[in-house]
């Protein structure tokens, strides 16, 4: 039978004398067992697993998910169930063999006397043994015949042996077949991962820390993480601007330089070379990078720039896929010499060169078992940091960084995106990988904490950026969820990523054999009892790729009237040149700038009147895309509300007074009532309170116009139903609601109950009037996905089947 996933295996080294003939301690080489899938070999499982590749547009073998869904189980029962009855078989040959034997060697009475149910099972069971036992009871039977039933016994078993071995070669094989059409789906996707390509992101937030966005993106800037805008729906920024690419900021600086024809000329294309102050930038910036990370409990690490390709592919880049083409192997051997090298370890040489520190990193911790909290000393206080072989600690979660070079082919065509630096085979990358439980609420929090960790780095670099929940077809096979970061390059005229954030969950540490020890119960305490190692959840983020912030900065802040470069001082503790260094000019923030360094991001702004329109349209633009809808539907959608928030509690209150015979005593309360009712209103008449009061009053007497109108026109409140005619006559009568007949009466006595009641209710339903407005915009959205949408959509499919019929 083959190991069960997840089993490991080490394998020592000889051991090495020195020179004073001790033996030097022995080392063992690591072996990774047998990977275990994140999907099960279950009809749900594998339907799941289908939507995870159709989502991410990866291709799959529809003919063996149907091998699974269809056949696996049937083939596996069967199979264990003939393995089974031969494993029955076999135990009753041992017994019958035995059996044999011991009537051969004994004497027949007594060995009936002393198993006479083996005899009379043996008898049962084989014929032929039966005969043979029948045989011993004669006492004239031959040692010949026993003989010859034991030599059938043997063959017998001998047949069910091999059939034995050849029915767990088949169980192995079943089972081998399915492990590997499960280990080649991606990773699950987390419920909020938006499904489609790239245009389908979600812009999360927006930080312009130091103003260098363009108006058109600092319009919606302010809305912050509430944006929820994509990628289709974002508007664009200005074209490329030549003066600002980075190629020709870098070939205005006297101290440094891009060379990329000497790159050409040594390697290649996109093997640029960086001299002088970029040089020194490139170190700024990864010392820079790395500090925030050891502050936030990151431990550092170096990691061979080296790869086994088979490790690669358990971390979910898969190397030998023809279709990626971004990995750079290594061929270990010396063709036709007689020095030929190869590594003492199997395979050494199917190697590959590192895409990211993230593929060493995992396969530091591979085969690990780690700790959910660290140990305790003896008085119950934390004890100091233990080594796990060689590790700093041996509790999660674990927090690691590193800073290497990665590689990567990048095939494709040519254009903007490879010219100079943003787009590069080798680049200096720091890069955070964390460990966590293996629970998705705690990778989700640890990526939450990875994503604010970056966009510290670039807020402290002063750059403007964008966050972006990415959508499923841009995750990898190991991402579960995706964040993307985005710097804006006004010398490309388009964003540019600078770094990535991914929770992986236990996608990796099933195929690394990483693990944790205990389980956490409700009351948050760790419990061991009987709880087996379980896989953790692994997660990766950018901390610095070099190069792509070295285009935005050289982009963004360019270079000073003197020639200088203009740099963030975040930098200026980690610039290798010292603080002296007249190569370069430090800025700090907003306040510097239009006194020491003036950015050309700053030309052209309008002011905060001039955009305080477009502010607004862009406000309402990203609530219709909020809310699934359009400005125009939302618009229309939020009129309706707002005349329903008023004939709704106009009726309502209409008949609530009426039933309640209120109308008259809301009145007398609103206008004034009660005899001493002038005089309180003839000591309110300045300040807010009197213009309170006269807006109270001014709506009853509104009210009261409209009331009037109302009831001759239909007859109602005591009037009588006017002609068309004397209607439009009477039209500008005020009748009993002029200002002098209101103030005169201040008790309103002359009024009809029901007129009270309906002039009460329409000056309550104007005193509403910012209630209503609120509810209409919070429920605009939604009335206009719910009704607008599906009559828009019924609409234009009626009006396209009459075209058609028409044409």
Known sequence: MTSKPGDTEAEPRPVKQGKSGKNVATTKVKRLGLPSPVWDATEDDMRQAVTSCQARKMRYNGEDVEWILESSTEIHHKLNKELHELHQRQGQLKKLIAASYSSSSKPQTRHSAE???????????VP??????????????????????????????????????????????????????????????????????ESKAIVESISDPNGLLPEQIRRIETLGGSTRLTLESFPPGPPADPERDHISVAAALPSGSIDLASGNLATGPSWPFLTGTLTLLEHALSQYAISIALKKGFVPVSTPDAVRTEVASRCGFRPRDAAASQTYFLNTHKSESRNDTTSD???????????TAEIPLAALLANRVFELKPPKSVDGSKAPPGKLDQLPQEHLPLKLIALGHAFR?????RGADTRGLYRVHQFTKAEMFVVTEGRTEVSDA????????QEEIITGLGLGFRVLNMPSEELGASAYRKYDIEVWMPGRGSWGEVSSASNCTDYQSRRLNIKHSASVTKGGEVDKRGAKPVFAHTLNAT???VPRLIVALLENYGTSREGRLVLPSSLKPFWLGGPEDKAVEWITGRSTRDDEVPLPSTKGRRSSKDGAIQKA???????????????????????ILHEVTALVPLIALFYLFGALGAGEAVLDWLVGGGENGEQRYEG????????VVGTVRGWVGEGMVRAERYGKRKGYFGFEKEEAEGSQSEEGRVGITDEASLTANGKGKALAGSFANAVAAYAVVKALLPLRIAASVALAGRFSRVFLEPVKRLTRGFLRRGSRGGG
């Open 446 to 453: 640890m990526l939450e904490e990875l994503r604010r960790i």
């Open 684 to 691: 309110e008449q300045g300040g807010v309170s009197g213009l």
């Open 543 to 545: 901390a610095a790729a």
């Open 345 to 355: 370890a199997e395979g050494a040489n199917d190697l590959c060169l590192a895409g």
């Open 128 to 197: 032929e043994v039966g005969a043979f036992s029948e045989a011993g009871k004669n006492e004239n039977a031959g040692a010949a015949e026993v003989s010859d039933a034991v030599q059938d016994l043997k063959a017998e078993a001998r047949e069910i042996r091999t059939r034995i071995a050849n029915a767990t070669a088949d169980v192995d094989l079943c089972q081998e077949r399915s492990l590997n059409i499960r280990l080649e789906f991606p990773n699950r996707i987390h419920p909020e991962t938006p499904i489609g390509s």
């Open 617 to 639: 349209m862009e406000r309402v633009r990203a609530m219709a895309e909020r809310q699934g809808t359009d400005p125009a539907s939302m618009g229309v959608s939020f009129l």
């Open 115 to 125: 198993d006479p149910k083996l005899v009379d099972t043996c008898a049962s069971t």
């Open 409 to 413: 082919a990048e095939a494709g065509a």
